[in-house]
């Protein structure tokens, strides 16, 4: 399945010129409209929007080459102008819907062809790699790769979280609240996630350095990282402070030099399974125990399980054996057994 979206989003993406691309980057809207020709329209609101699993608030007319997308102010408009680029370029080349076609779910697979175009739109890799191109990762990428692209900050933690060479994480934190706005984790190759990293409304730990780091200056040193609970977990830190945010670097290793002794240190790993469910409209990949019967985790959204989930859908038999069954499994409320 992976295999089938890469294909689609490479086949998708030739139909694009690089000149057209660079300018993208630089000015969606204006791109899709003077390079396209394609109609493009800010909303306040949407009747209707993609519901089959895309990151998106608009719509495509893609017959009369319109775009409506709901104006949100800030980057994620140019995310939702990508998405909708994405099902314009799927639409050139019907070869695209018929590899998608033998596909299980091809709606929602489809949605997931026109994020993936979205993301490389927004951020081309040679980007990336110009931006990177002095290594190792530092937190001044991160802002550097921001006002080079149209990429939301989430976006492009994620872009250089993925170049981290080991565990390690990419973490945005407001600087008024103390607290992690957001967090893209690379887990360690051989033992998976740690026990101890950074999470999306966690506020920063209680004597943490990062609690004192001024506007515009840098920290690189070795610290620590603490849960909830009290757990905590030395980590090695490349940090940036700007006016509203600090941009920080985790690293499970000394990737700057920043400190002479390197103390050994045992870290524990999470080892739940992660497994991927389909629930609440969603599919999501889940790191939980599974449920003894269903040997499915409970989804984080409601709380259930495959178990749970069926036992939600049974109906009550109107008959006198008080007994439940799928709705599909009564015929006039009635089971078989009190017909």
Same mark, same amino acid.
């Given at each position: 399945?992976?295999?089938?979206?890469?294909?689609?989003?490479?086949?998708?993406?030739?139909?694009?010129?690089?000149? @057209?691309?660079?300018?993208?980057?630089?000015?969606?809207?204006?791109?899709?409209?003077?390079?396209?020709?394609?109609?493009?329209?800010?909303?306040?609101?949407?009747?209707?929007?993609?519901?089959?699993?895309?990151?998106?608030?608009?719509?495509?007319?893609?017959?009369?080459?319109?775009?409506?997308?709901?104006?949100?102010?800030?980057?994620?408009?140019?995310?939702?102008?990508?998405?909708?680029?994405?099902?314009?370029?799927?639409d050139q080349g019907n070869e695209i819907?018929?590899?998608?076609?033998?596909?299980?779910?091809?709606?929602?697979?489809?949605?997931?062809?026109?994020?993936?175009?979205?993301?490389?739109?927004?951020?081309?890799?040679?980007?990336?790699?110009?931006?990177?191109?002095?290594?190792?990762?530092?937190?001044?990428?991160?802002?550097?790769?921001?006002?080079?692209?149209?990429?939301?900050?989430?976006?492009?933690?994620? +872009?250089?979280?993925?170049?981290?060479?080991?565990?390690?994480?990419?973490?945005?934190?407001?600087?008024?609240?103390?607290? @992690?706005?957001? +967090?893209?984790?690379?887990?360690?190759?051989?033992?998976?996630?740690?026990?101890?990293?950074?999470?999306?409304?966690?506020?920063?730990?209680?004597?943490?350095?990062?609690?004192?780091?001024?506007?515009?200056?840098?920290? #690189?040193?070795?610290?620590?990282?603490?849960?909830?609970?009290?757990?905590?977990?030395?980590?090695?830190?490349? +940090?940036?402070?700007?006016?509203? #945010?600090?941009?920080?670097?985790?690293?499970?290793?000394?990737?700057?030099?920043?400190?002479?002794?390197?103390?050994?240190?045992?870290?524990?790993?999470?080892?739940r399974p992660e497994t991927e469910i389909?629930?609440? #409209?969603?599919? #999501?990949?889940?790191?939980?125990?599974?449920?003894? +019967?269903?040997?499915?985790?409970?989804?984080?959204?409601?709380?259930?399980?495959?178990?749970?989930?069926?036992?939600?859908?049974?109906?009550?038999?109107?008959?006198?054996?008080?007994?439940?069954?799928?709705?599909?499994?009564?015929?006039?409320?009635?089971?078989?057994?009190?017909?």
């Amino acid at each position: 399945m992976r295999a089938t979206i890469e294909t689609c989003v490479t086949k998708a993406l030739a139909g694009i010129s690089p000149a @057209v691309s660079q300018r993208f980057v630089l000015n969606p809207r204006k791109t899709l409209q003077e390079d396209i020709g394609l109609t493009v329209r800010a909303v306040d609101h949407l009747d209707f929007a993609r519901d089959d699993g895309g990151i998106c608030d608009g719509i495509s007319y893609l017959e009369e080459r319109v775009i409506l997308y709901r104006r949100t102010g800030n980057r994620r408009e140019n995310f939702t102008l990508a998405h909708e680029l994405g099902h314009w370029l799927v639409d050139q080349g019907n070869e695209i819907y018929d590899l998608l076609a033998t596909q299980a779910e091809s709606a929602k697979q489809l949605e997931s062809v026109c994020d993936c175009i979205a993301q490389q739109l927004l951020l081309p890799a040679h980007l990336v790699e110009s931006t990177v191109s002095t290594e190792p990762i530092q937190a001044r990428h991160v802002t550097d790769l921001y006002a080079s692209t149209s990429a939301s900050l989430p976006a492009c933690a994620i +872009a250089l979280a993925r170049r981290l060479p080991g565990l390690g994480a990419v973490v945005v934190i407001d600087r008024m609240t103390q607290t @992690v706005e957001y +967090a893209s984790v690379r887990p360690d190759d051989d033992n998976g996630w740690p026990l101890v990293y950074p999470w999306p409304r966690q506020e920063v730990p209680a004597g943490h350095p990062l609690r004192n780091l001024k506007a515009n200056a840098t920290l #690189r040193r070795r610290t620590f990282w603490e849960t909830r609970w009290g757990r905590r977990d030395d980590y090695y830190l490349d +940090a940036l402070a700007t006016g509203r #945010r600090t941009i920080a670097i985790l690293s499970g290793s000394d990737l700057w030099g920043a400190e002479r002794f390197h103390p050994q240190s045992i870290r524990e790993f999470d080892r739940r399974p992660e497994t991927e469910i389909e629930c609440c #409209r969603q599919v #999501r990949k889940v790191r939980a125990w599974p449920c003894d +019967a269903c040997k499915e985790p409970h989804c984080p959204v409601c709380g259930r399980c495959r178990c749970d989930r069926r036992a939600s859908a049974e109906v009550l038999c109107k008959g006198t054996c008080a007994m439940k069954y799928l709705p599909h499994l009564l015929m006039n409320g009635l089971c078989g057994d009190c017909r």
